[in-house]
């Protein structure tokens, strides 16, 4: 990590402010409907934790872990199911939980996987948003924080699995050599 250096993107006040902002609008769209989250491992787990808490009407919870085919990872969009849903969602609104969209392609297929099952309604939250990056267009209902094309952790980002737990998110930079 020496080639890098770190300086904090989102700060975890400004992360808490935004997760009782999202928390609040879910409770209000979702007033009377039967709300499951779905949470996207392991990225997500940390996002997920504090905004269920920040969300006023009962939900369920639920993960998925996914992950891309092969070395061409996020290229070719083909995503195999590492750990399932637990229960049918027929007839559920769901909601995706997830930390960052990227190229949008995770998500792309999750929506349409999740879709095909049946639920009454598959929405999308997002806490980061980095757009510059989108390969597929992927229909976001609730965002956190637009970011630009930089390499991020922390908040349940990794770098190589690790920092995941660093309450700020931080974005890396290459240091310049002189
Ligand atoms: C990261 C991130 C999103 C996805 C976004 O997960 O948590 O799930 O990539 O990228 P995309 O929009 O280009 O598809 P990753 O595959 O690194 O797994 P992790 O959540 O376990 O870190
Ligand atoms: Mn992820
Ligand atoms: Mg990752």
Redesign the pocket.
């Known amino acids: 990590m020496e080639e890098f250096t770190k300086k904090i993107l989102v700060s975890s006040e400004q992360i808490e402010q935004k997760v009782k902002e999202i928390g609040k609008e879910i409770t209000e769209d979702y007033k009377g409907k039967e709300l499951m989250l779905v949470g996207?491992?392991?990225?997500?787990a940390i996002f997920m934790a504090d905004l269920a808490r920040s969300i006023e009407i009962p939900v369920t919870m639920d993960f998925m872990?996914?992950?891309?085919y092969g070395s061409s990872t996020?290229s070719s969009g083909v995503v195999r199911i590492i750990k399932d849903l637990d229960s049918n969602i027929e007839g559920k609104h769901i909601l995706i939980v997830?930390?960052?969209?990227?190229?949008?392609?995770?998500?792309n297929y999750i929506t349409d996987n999740l879709n095909k099952r049946g639920a009454s309604s598959v929405k999308i939250c997002t806490l980061l948003d980095k757009p510059e990056?989108r390969?597929v267009d992927v229909p976001v209902d609730y965002r956190g924080f637009v970011i630009p094309d930089e390499f991020v952790i922390g908040y349940?980002?990794?770098y190589a699995?690790k920092y995941r737990n660093l309450p700020d998110i931080f974005s890396l930079k290459e240091k310049k050599c002189d």
Not at 98 to 107: A, H, N, S, V
């Open positions: 996207i491992l392991k990225g997500a872990a996914v992950s891309s996020k997830e930390d960052i969209i990227d190229t949008g392609l995770t998500l990056r390969k349940g980002i990794d699995e």
